[in-house]
């Protein structure tokens, strides 16, 4: 098992750009996180999946953010027209129910 | 709304003693987990200890210990023999079922070791 992978690690777009984040969570994990981490900030909750399906979604989650996960196996999270406030780490993490969850490396987004 | 406060923006402790970061937090429910994440200067947020809180006694993972007051409602962590490489952010992190169970995550606490 190599644990959980993001891809791309870094992504710079032009504001107004959309952009799209993957995450492969740890095989047997049903559970699936979206966090996002500004510099000297705890990770902030975004969204999260039970198996396919998306049980919570954060209210300060405007409609620009959107966040899938196909067959509850992979999960993308897509930002439409970005804007210089969304530049932040973008981080994942998979669980087994309430087991510890695994994190990832993070996508480091930068918005100009 | 549950709440986690870790009221140590930044500790510092010297190589080889002992530290405790604090934590408190709010809710109703009496089954939940607590956890207490390190993430290193390279940012990959790492487990540290759990705790189940229907478990009375203290969990210990080596040189990390923590001591849980449920009534109280607070869960710290201790470093004992610290080491340059416990350098880092430290996140306390309960998971509350009502929240649906999604990690709720404190302020952090920035740990420094001085050699």
């Known amino acids: 098992d190599t644990g959980v992978s993001q891809n791309p690690r870094h992504k710079i777009t032009k504001r107004g750009q959309n952009v799209t984040f993957r995450c492969d969570p740890i095989s047997e994990h049903n559970r699936l996180y979206w966090y996002r981490q500004t510099l000297g900030q705890g990770p902030e909750f975004l969204t999260y999946?039970?198996?396919?399906?998306?049980?919570?979604k954060s209210r300060l989650l405007s409609d620009r953010f959107s966040a899938e996960r196909p067959k509850g196996s992979f999960s993308t999270l897509e930002i439409q027209r970005t804007e210089q406030g969304d530049s932040a780490m973008y981080l994942c993490?998979?669980?087994?129910?309430?087991?510890?969850?695994?994190f990832g490396q993070g996508t480091r987004l930068t918005v100009v | 709304a549950q709440t986690v406060t870790q009221s140590q923006p930044e500790m510092s402790v010297q190589e080889a003693e002992t530290v405790t970061l604090s934590c408190t937090y709010d809710?109703?429910?009496?089954?939940?987990?607590l956890f207490w994440y390190k993430q290193p200067p390279s940012r990959q947020m790492i487990l540290v200890i759990r705790q189940e809180a229907y478990k009375q006694q203290n969990a210990t993972e080596n040189r990390f210990s923590v001591n849980f007051q449920k009534a109280a409602k607070s869960f710290s962590l201790k470093i004992s023999d610290s080491q340059l490489g416990d350098a880092a952010m430290y996140f306390c992190v309960p998971s509350f079922a009502n929240a649906g169970n999604m990690l709720t995550f404190g302020g952090g606490t920035r740990l420094m070791v001085k050699p």
């Open positions: 999946f039970q198996n396919e399906a998306q049980l919570e």
């Open positions: 993490a998979s669980s087994y129910d309430r087991d510890e969850a695994f």
């Open positions: 809710t109703s429910e009496s089954d939940y987990y």
